[in-house]
């Protein structure tokens, strides 16, 4: 795998713990009174499976997650190549791939027309031979 998709990866194993530490602050925050004009927001009792879970013990472990995927995504940072010869050479290379990407674009098109070409062909005889077949008639 390349390092460009290892760093997609990471972004995307990074933004789902985001998410989901997000959705457990949002589940785990207690409730709180918008106004004094409205009732006391109801208290929820712990369940059984709300004690395993160790709440108090979860931030720990996302925060943990979350610091050890930053340092994997800055370790696979690391590991890019540097740009060789500056900004010029860049430019240079780009050029170069756009001159090879233009030349095999008009062989493409070439190859383009030449099957658009044969298709007609194929059509042509294929509708002969079926006005052929259709009218009981015997091939030139």
């Known amino acids: 795998m390349d390092i460009i998709t290892q760093l997609q990866e990471q972004v995307n194993t990074i933004a789902g713990l985001a998410f989901n530490t997000f959705g457990m602050l ?3 925050a207690f409730p ?3 106004s004094p004009n409205y ?3 109801p208290t929820t009792p712990s369940s059984a499976a709300e004690d395993a879970a160790s709440p108090a013990e979860e931030p720990k472990l996302v925060s943990a997650a979350l610091v050890n995927a930053a340092k994997q995504f800055d ?3 690391a590991a890019l ?3 060789e010869g500056g900004e010029e050479a860049q430019l240079k290379r780009i050029a170069e791939l756009q001159a090879e990407n233009d030349a095999a674009d008009q062989e493409l ?3 383009l027309e030449a099957a658009e070409k044969e ?3 194929v059509q042509e005889l294929f509708r002969q031979a079926t006005d052929n077949c259709l009218n009981l ?3 030139d």
Do not use: G, T
């Open 26 to 28: 949002q589940r785990d």
């Open 32 to 34: 709180v009174r918008l």
């Open 39 to 41: 009732p006391e927001p």
């Open 75 to 77: 370790l696979l940072v």
């Open 81 to 83: 190549p540097l740009a």
């Open 109 to 111: 098109q070439k190859q």
């Open 119 to 121: 298709l007609k062909q």
């Open 137 to 139: 008639k015997k091939p």
